[in-house]
């Protein structure tokens, strides 16, 4: 039996990726056990992502890090209860998105005003807005021009439901695909198009002349 170069590479590739599930396997199983120096490895491997998802839905530097901190504290207490039908990034997703939405509605309960800074690129269309609005600007006017953008897009986010701006920066800044969006929000892939889409749309409409 003979091998052509395509087949002898999805032969590679299938080889390699049953390699890497049995070392997440093997990695899981140790977090499920208390290993402390595996929850280590977990905190220094994704901390980044999920401080950077966290900043996009909070904006704020402070809150982000505090959410971040319970997140694992949240995953520690969880990860005996993971049953692997996502991977572990997609799954800390989950639970920083639900530590979020936790934090915004004790902070709406006792009347604090949404964060104030937001100047994340999000998506319209099909492109990420950060692609729409790019300005290679040269002079002070521009450079005057670029910032009111900036404002208007951080005005337009902050304004978007929780529901809509959580698909947006899931989709168009963490670049998940909508199968990850649908499991880290615990919804149908059908109705991850529709807030994608809605949220989208809302942001092209209050961005309009910008």
């Not at 999805?10 to 396997?25: I, K, Y």
């Not at 909508?178 to 149908?188: K, S």
Request: contains cysteine; charged residues 30%.
């Amino acid at each position: 039996m003979t091998f052509d170069e395509e087949e002898l590479g999805t032969v590679a590739l299938a080889a390699r990726a049953s390699v890497r599930s049995a070392v997440e396997s093997e990695f899981i199983e140790r977090l499920k056990t208390g290993d402390a120096q595996a929850f280590d490895t977990l905190v220094v491997r994704f901390s980044g992502d999920i401080y950077a998802l966290l900043f996009r839905l909070t904006q704020d530097a402070e809150e982000a890090a505090d959410l971040t901190q319970e997140t694992f504290l949240s995953a520690l207490k969880a990860v005996k209860k993971f049953r692997g039908e996502a991977d572990l990034k997609t799954w800390l997703y989950r639970i920083a998105v639900n530590e979020s939405r936790n934090r915004f509605r004790w902070w709406k309960r006792r009347f604090r005003s949404q964060t104030d800074s937001l100047d994340a690129p999000i998506g319209t269309s099909d492109k990420p807005l950060s692609e729409t609005m790019a300005s290679n600007f040269a002079n002070p006017e521009e450079t005057i021009l670029q910032r009111e953008r900036e404002k208007h897009l951080t005005k337009a986010l902050k304004e978007l439901p929780e529901i809509f701006r959580e698909a947006v920066v899931l989709c168009d800044i963490e670049g998940l695909s909508y199968e990850e969006i649908a499991t880290a929000l615990e919804v149908n892939i059908g109705t991850i198009k529709s807030r994608i889409a809605r949220g989208r749309e809302e942001l092209r409409k209050q961005l309009n002349g910008f």
